[in-house]
């Protein structure tokens, strides 16, 4: 697949347990920022998405916490299903430069059964 | 609601050749975006189109890449010649509102 050659961090988690996966961003003027879900042969999926002027959001089974003092992202994965596996990117947007993605490096989510 | 198409889903071609990727947005988003990753880096982006214009082609590599978008609908992404670092998976994505962007499957582009 595509992930041939590119080294990601992984995190591998027992079923039914918690996974956080931490995300750092540079731009501290990124006023929007995105989790997406890529699985093994298809595109980055949308999971959540929270705004600068938030701290916390929550979507179901899914938590996303923003520190924007140390500039770090993060997503929180509730009872950790074998469906959850996947490689999972941050990405942050900036309506002054045209709401174009950058994208994080991703961290891969391995799911023991 | 149908979601972002793209085509084709692989290609292999040898350096020096021309291939045209496709991409069918969500009906209705103005917004379309292109991007790509390359082998061992990160999704990158290549350019933005509003409707059939243009807004954002920073990304673009070089003059070998030509992305249009006629009559604001589907888009392609034209490379000429290939180079063997061309390489790699070309997502498209699109959007009503520039904030969320729904992405394709890709296009999985392999120069030899």
């Known amino acids: 697949g595509e992930s041939v050659g590119l080294h990601l961090p992984t995190l591998s988690v027992q079923e039914g347990d918690n996974s956080i996966i931490n995300c750092a961003y540079s731009?501290?003027?990124?006023?929007?920022f995105i989790w997406y879900k890529q699985e093994s042969g298809k595109g980055p999926q949308f999971i959540i998405d929270?705004?600068?002027?938030?701290d916390k959001r929550q979507g179901q089974r899914v938590t996303v916490l923003l520190n924007k003092t140390v500039k770090h992202l993060s997503l929180q994965i509730a009872a950790t299903q074998p469906g959850d596996s996947a490689v999972y990117f941050c990405?942050?947007?900036?309506?002054?430069?045209?709401?174009?993605?950058?994208f994080g490096g991703g961290t891969r989510v391995l799911v023991k059964p | 609601e149908a979601g972002v198409t793209q085509f084709p889903s692989h290609s292999v071609i040898e350096k020096g050749q021309t291939v045209t990727l496709r991409c069918d947005p969500i009906?209705?988003?103005?917004?379309l975006y292109w991007y790509r990753r390359v082998m061992g880096k990160e999704i990158k982006f290549l350019l933005h189109?509003?409707?059939?214009?243009?807004?954002?082609e920073s990304g673009m590599p070089n003059n070998r890449f030509l992305a249009e978008r006629t009559g604001g609908t589907y888009s392609t992404l034209k490379v000429q010649p290939a180079e063997l670092e061309d390489s790699g998976v070309y997502f498209c994505?699109?959007?009503?509102?520039?904030?969320?962007?729904?992405f394709g499957p890709g296009t999985r582009l392999l120069v030899l």
């Open positions: 009906s209705g988003h103005d917004n």
């Open positions: 929270i705004r600068s002027n938030m």
């Open positions: 189109f509003v409707k059939e214009s243009k807004q954002d």
């Open positions: 731009n501290s003027a990124s006023d929007y």
């Open positions: 994505a699109s959007s009503p509102n520039s904030e969320t962007q729904y």
């Open positions: 990405a942050e947007n900036r309506k002054a430069a045209g709401n174009k993605l950058t």
